[in-house]
């Protein structure tokens, strides 16, 4: 191995490095995230398809499918994996959504947008980071194979495709376009609300005072736990599986332990949206106490 090469492996770890850090909160474990994981039914038209620690979800319409969340390139094929061990197809996704604007959930959305045809839709906030390949972004660095936005959403906007409709939340703070996204979906012929969270979390590094490159950063957080608990939620899902305890819940449904659906969990919510509002406050007032 050349010189060179070694420099350019070492930039690459390093980059790699700064974008496994994009999601993390605290040091949690990525190694995880590039590992395959069982994709399955939520609810009747929702599925994950996701890999073991990013999570993505396919919403299946009589008009083509809807996929939140392409992740990192390398999960693109995980993906497609999933999708047609499901049954469907990947060329039927018509419009690709995401959670917000870091590499882990939006890397892969210009190759998703290449071999699926589909539109991609961003909230804005997120939309220029998501075509300009990274480019805009708090804190982090790292870039990606910029991707067409064919349609850049504002807050309460519906996307309906098929006879389902996905409601886009603006809950910034953790992006400045990070998106909550409702539906309702049929489970055992009762309609239930379906919140797919975008992200609450302070990552390491983020400042909530005194933030010249996010001046707004700490009332956004503030604007998105209001929203989160303006939310009705039966069914609690996030970006990331870890977020509603998505292990132990497929854990649960492949035991068929109870006859209810384990992905209805309103306690669930409120709790980790209480606990994350919580680790928001406190870590403003240290910040404000300049620790
Ligand atoms: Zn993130």
């Not at 609450?200 to 950063?217: H, S, T």
């Not at 700490?218 to 989160?228: E, M, N, V």
């Not at 992905?263 to 910040?287: M, S």
Request: hydrophobic share 30%.
């Amino acid at each position: 191995m050349c010189y060179q090469h070694v420099i350019q492996k070492l930039i690459g770890y390093f980059m790699c490095g700064m974008t496994l850090g994009a999601c993390s909160l605290l040091a949690q474990d990525t190694g995880d995230w590039h590992e395959s994981f069982p994709p399955h039914r939520i609810a009747d038209n929702l599925y994950y398809v996701g890999s073991r620690g990013l999570a993505s979800y396919l919403i299946t319409t009589s008009e083509g499918h809807i996929l939140i969340n392409s992740c990192f390139e390398r999960t693109v094929p995980l993906i497609r994996t999933s999708i047609e061990k499901l049954g469907f197809k990947l060329t039927d996704v018509r419009i690709i959504l995401s959670s917000h604007a870091h590499g882990d959930h939006v890397e892969g959305q210009g190759l998703m947008q290449e071999l699926t045809g589909a539109r991609v839709f961003a909230m804005e906030g997120d939309a220029s980071v998501i075509s300009s390949g990274g480019e805009g972004q708090y804190l982090y660095k790292d870039r990606w194979r910029p991707c067409r936005v064919d349609r850049v959403l504002k807050d309460g906007d519906k996307i309906t495709l098929g006879g389902t409709t996905l409601v886009a939340h603006l809950t910034p703070g953790h992006t400045r376009g990070c998106t909550t996204w409702t539906m309702t979906a049929m489970d055992n012929g009762k309609p239930r609300q379906v919140v797919i969270i975008g992200s609450p979390n302070i990552n390491p590094g983020y400042q909530l005072v005194n933030n010249r490159d996010y001046p707004e950063i700490s009332d956004d957080f503030a604007r998105t736990f209001k929203i989160l608990k303006s939310l009705p939620c039966d069914i609690f899902l996030g970006a990331h599986g870890s977020y509603y305890g998505m292990e132990s819940k497929y854990a649960e449904l492949k035991a068929n332990y109870s006859s209810s659906n384990p992905f209805i969990d309103p306690d669930g919510y409120r709790a980790y949206v209480e606990d994350h509002e919580k680790t928001y406050l406190n870590t403003l007032k240290k910040q404000q106490n300049g620790k």
